[in-house]
């Protein structure tokens, strides 16, 4: 379905953010690795972690959920032998999941998103469980993979970083469950450091031991460890809300976001800085958000690297800042759902922004004028996108109609609920 997307001068209202996508797929994960029954209060409902339900369904664990909270049994260190794993369209998923089929005798991940997941390359992660002694066919590094486990081996490993954390994550998740102790080092650089340390705190929280080096790019683990089985509690999900807050900074507004705790270790509580930089009114104490936007913002430099999933929400308020604004050390966007430079960019000029690229970086020359809009823009099957173009839509002089817009239930399936709650003009149409 897509979304007509109205420009709106005012919102107003208070919200409860949504829970963390990115703590809700770890602690189904470490849930699952435990033997024992572990509870999840607050966790986050999205294709992404609905996808890791059904996979750790699948492996062996048992879940039962109700409003509050989800309780999950784990399988431990023996999953169940299953012969195919569909994660949907997330990568995340797929990634650490892929090391935890080290642990099957043969599993195959289908691709079920040719157009999206189905052309994201995983070579990193498949050279790395090589070093392990898994067998992983795969074609050219993409989906369908199928891994040949069983018995992977502790040692010495080798992986990238340079496309992704993920690749890290998932071995950080698999290295702890084997019987001889492991070293990891990271080549190149490593990409959005703040998500391995949601993964290490995770770890720390489930009871598995790890020394990482200070740079985050080596690491000694402990074989023949075992999750324990515990309690956790979701905190709120910056990445979704930073759209919600760039929303808010451009119009006219006095928005109110709960849940958002000052000390997260999401890079993207960074959105909120930004914004300060940029001169929107706002406060942030007691992990409440208040926005009292003026529609006047002012351009800034930022690493995009820092905070990767709000970085497109910070660029949509760019788009009507004075100045030009400059988001660098960003690549990695580019290795998204679908090319979050190019496509993203490309989506924005045809709404009016005044926008450019280099191979790590997007540049933003502000129109605090607004856009002229008017047009309808594709959003390439990725969730951030739709979101973003949706601030910029809020703004526009005349109605975006992005395609494709039911794609944001991946991470925010009621993102345009909460928008409409604060009074935005968006109407679903088929």
Not at 112 to 129: E, Q
Not at 399 to 420: C, E, G, M, N, T
Request: contains cysteine.
């Amino acid at each position: 379905m897509d979304v007509i997307v109205t420009p709106t001068p005012k919102l107003q209202g208070e919200i409860q953010a949504l829970s963390s996508k990115n703590y809700t797929t770890r602690y189904l994960l470490v849930a699952a690795l435990a033997e024992g029954t572990s509870t999840i209060y607050y966790p986050a409902h999205s294709e992404d972690s609905d996808a890791m339900r059904r996979c750790i369904s699948d492996l062996g664990a048992t879940i039962e959920e109700d409003d509050e909270k989800i309780v999950i049994t784990g399988f431990g260190r023996h999953p169940r032998d299953v012969k195919e794993l569909d994660v949907g369209n997330a990568g995340a998923v797929l990634r650490f999941l892929m090391a935890i089929a080290a642990l099957c005798p043969e599993v195959t991940f289908i691709n079920r998103y040719p157009d999206s997941l189905g052309k994201r390359p995983h070579d990193d992660l498949i050279d790395s469980l090589g070093q392990l002694g898994v067998q992983v066919e795969h074609r050219e590094g993409k989906l369908p993979i199928t891994i040949r486990g069983g018995a992977p081996k502790g040692g010495k490993i080798t992986v990238s970083g340079a496309v992704s954390s993920q690749f890290l994550s998932a071995l950080l998740f698999l290295t702890p469950l084997l019987e001889e102790d492991s070293e990891i080092e990271v080549l190149n650089d490593l990409k959005s450091k703040v998500v391995v340390g949601q993964t290490l705190e995770v770890l720390e929280q489930a009871g598995i031991v790890i020394e990482a080096s200070e740079d985050l790019m080596h690491y000694r683990i402990k074989g023949g460890q075992r999750y324990e089985a515990k309690e956790y509690v979701v905190q709120g999900d910056y990445p979704g809300s930073a759209a919600v807050l760039a929303a808010a900074a451009v119009t006219q507004s006095d928005v109110t976001l709960h849940r958002l705790m000052e000390n997260s270790k999401q890079g993207e509580r960074a959105i909120v800085d930004v914004l300060r930089m940029m001169e929107v009114p706002l406060t942030h104490e007691n992990g409440i958000v208040h926005v009292q936007g003026n529609g006047r913002l002012k351009a800034l430099e930022f690493d995009g690297d820092k905070a990767t999933d709000a970085v497109l929400a910070m660029v949509a308020a760019a788009v009507f800042a004075e100045g030009t604004s400059r988001f660098y050390d960003v690549e990695n966007l580019r290795y998204k759902e679908c090319d979050r430079i190019t496509d993203y960019l490309n989506e924005l000029r045809k709404a009016g922004a005044n926008v450019e690229e280099k191979r790590d970086e997007i540049i933003v020359h502000g129109r605090p004028e607004g856009v002229e809009g008017g047009v309808e823009i594709n959003a390439h099957y990725d969730h951030r996108v739709i979101m973003a173009l949706t601030v910029v839509g809020l703004r526009a002089k005349a109605p975006l109609r992005i395609k494709d817009a039911h794609h944001v239930a991946k991470s925010y399936p009621i993102f345009f609920d909460h928008l409409k709650a604060l009074g935005a003009n968006v109407e679903w149409v088929e």
